[in-house]
Nanobody
Framework: QVQLVESGGGLVQAGGSLRLSCAAS???????????MGWFRQAPGKERAFVAA????????HYPDSVKGRFTVSRDNAKNTVYLQMNNLTPEDTAVYYC??????????????????WGKGALVTVSA
């Protein structure tokens, strides 16, 4: 069974940067490179929201307007890992960030909740 483990969360001041990592494991016949990967976040009292997605080969990425230009998603298929580089953070970015994987579907499906596997989340706190 595929497992996703996030790391790299923590406390940062506004304007700072953090990089989240998501290590994937548990693959058998289907490899990591067959999964569309993404990130979501859930702020206190709010619903889980899409943050980023990256295609199988890493060549295509997608972001909502709220993070476009500040966040960058990437993946290393040799290491079964996806990353989220977050720059110019604001207190509004405070949330638990979740790694997500979907097999055989496009990013728009992942964005809409078509997720096969979730990580347990990493807390990011941005102080003013």
């Amino acid at each position: 069974q595929v497992q996703l483990v996030e790391s790299g969360g923590g406390l940062v001041q506004a304007g700072g940067s953090l990089r989240l990592s998501c290590a994937a494991s548990g693959f058998t016949f289907i490899t990591f490179s067959s999964y569309t990967m993404g990130w979501f976040r859930q702020a206190p009292g709010k619903e889980r929201a899409f943050v980023a997605a990256v295609s199988w080969g890493g060549g295509t990425t997608h972001y909502p307007d709220s993070v476009k230009g500040r966040f960058t998603v990437s993946r290393d298929n040799a290491k079964n890992t996806v990353y989220l580089q977050m720059n110019n953070l604001t207190p509004e970015d405070t949330a638990v960030y979740y790694c997500a994987a979907t097999f055989g579907r496009a990013w728009i499906d992942l964005k809409s909740g078509g997720v096969d596997n979730w990580g347990k989340g990493a807390l990011v706190t941005v102080s003013a």
